[in-house]
């Protein structure tokens, strides 16, 4: 089986990538930047070059190719808003996926998507999801709540550098996951007849609260957070503002999910059950929040040891000389 990743140089989108070729399927990463890209070549993929917004550059990129993993979303550093990559890029792949034939779509949404329909990037997800679903293209699709990757810059940085974390009032457990755990999920669809035309919410069995993740952060670190808390009316105030321009967009889609995990009016938890059913991994076959910051702090902590003594070894050769 061959496979067409897009976003294959992002967070998840590298891990599925890695899983393919591991697994033994042939693999195209389409790219804007094929030279950032080079690493995925290195890893076994075949790269060609295809944008988004650009649909002519799309077709030749389909050629010979059995499913697609489209990984891509838009990101609140973009210079283009959400609605170029998780609308328009979306129906000109569909499109060509639909021409191609391809025998599976897996395209990545967010929990509750349908349900909060007036942030922008919530409404695009939502919105392609039935799309998708009524293009006679068989698909798969999975909604997530967020990954483990995402809380290293939101939680453990600041720690280590004894900044501030911004946070709200405490309301609902988030089933975060590990990028390597979905990219499993991911290519184990494509095994199963079973999930094709289905939408799963996919998330570890275990939701966290963010107070949980300072804990654990602490624990690990050997340092106190500093802990800085934001009213939610400004949260609110300032994602009108942001979404009142098309170019802050992506803004105030990220501080409409800070707005959203503080009310708690809906569950971004998932029934793992139904998954372990179907898919066939067990809760102990996933990484834990625990084990993933714990395998973090290791290495930054072994490398920080590993600085200063290389630091410590450099001044006293220089005392020597003197």
């Known amino acids: 089986m061959s496979l067409l990743i897009i976003g294959a140089t992002g967070t998840l989108g590298r891990q599925i990538v890695r899983e393919a070729l591991y697994d033994g399927y042939e693999v195209r990463c389409l790219v804007r930047n094929v ?23 799309l077709p030749e990129a389909f050629k010979g190719i059995t499913a697609v993993i489209d990984a891509s979303t838009g990101r609140s550093t973009d210079s283009f808003n959400s609605r170029d990559i998780d609308w328009d890029g979306k129906i000109a792949l569909l499109k060509a996926a639909k021409i191609a034939n391809v025998k599976r779509f897996i395209f990545f949404s967010i929990i509750n998507a349908n349900k909060y329909t007036y942030i922008p990037l919530m409404k695009l997800k939502s919105n392609f999801e039935f799309i998708l679903q009524d293009s006679g293209v068989p698909y798969t699709i999975f909604q997530l709540s967020g990954f483990f990757q995402g809380l290293i810059g939101q939680y453990a940085l600041p720690i280590l550098e004894q900044l501030p974390i911004y946070v709200t009032k405490e309301a609902i457990p988030i089933s975060y996951m590990d990028t390597e755990d979905v990219a499993r999920f991911c290519l184990k669809s494509l095994e199963l007849q079973s999930t094709t035309n289905k939408i799963f919410a996919l998330g570890n069995p275990n939701a966290v609260l963010s107070s949980s993740i300072i804990e654990i952060c602490e624990r690990l670190s050997g340092q106190k957070a500093l802990i800085s808390r934001l009213p939610i009316l400004g949260v609110m105030i300032g994602r009108k503002i942001t979404n009142f321009f098309q170019w802050s967009w992506n803004i105030a889609d990220r501080l409409a999910f800070i707005e959203i995990f503080s009310s708690g009016s809906q569950n971004f938890g998932v029934e793992y059950k139904n998954l372990e059913e179907i898919f066939g991994f067990t809760k102990n076959d996933l990484l834990t929040v625990e084990n993933y910051f714990q395998q973090y702090f290791e290495q930054i902590l072994n490398k920080l040891k590993d600085l200063n003594y290389s630091q410590e070894r450099t001044t006293k050769r220089r005392d020597l000389t003197f």
Do not use: M, N, Q, V
């Open 35 to 57: 030279r950032k890209a080079r690493f995925l070549r290195e890893w076994g993929a075949e790269l060609i070059y295809g944008d988004l917004s650009i649909p002519e550059t």
